[in-house]
């Protein structure tokens, strides 16, 4: 647990986190055997309620500067100074296309000037 005390709530951790950190420790499963990391911690949530919670909290997070790079970059060509009036659901949305295509695709053929 000490090797993950950049999480917050490693730190000073609860009681309850130490003993699901243990019974964590303890099980005998591979995470591969699941069909990703999502799926492996909401079926542990019933077991292990607070680590399940901090572990679907910060799976997704970046873990390069690269990631953060690109989508400031993308959200550059998503919001130029000739797109101020889109809506918050318009920039969810090409933002959700623009990192599922893989950045196979000009984000400015997504956006009508």
Request: net charge negative; with cysteine.
């Amino acid at each position: 647990m000490g090797d993950y005390r950049i999480i917050e709530e490693f730190q000073f951790p609860m009681d309850i986190l130490i003993q699901e950190w243990g019974i964590y420790c303890g099980l005998n499963e591979s995470v591969e055997e699941f069909e990703n990391l999502d799926v492996y911690w909401r079926g542990k949530s019933h077991l292990l309620p607070e680590l399940s919670s901090l572990a679907l909290r910060y799976i997704w997070l970046p873990v390069s500067g690269v990631d953060i790079e690109r989508s400031f970059s993308s959200y550059k060509s998503i919001l130029s100074d000739r797109r101020v009036a889109l809506k918050e659901e318009s920039i969810k949305m090409l933002n959700f296309l623009y990192f599922n295509l893989n950045g196979n695709i000009d984000i400015n053929l997504l956006v009508r000037e």
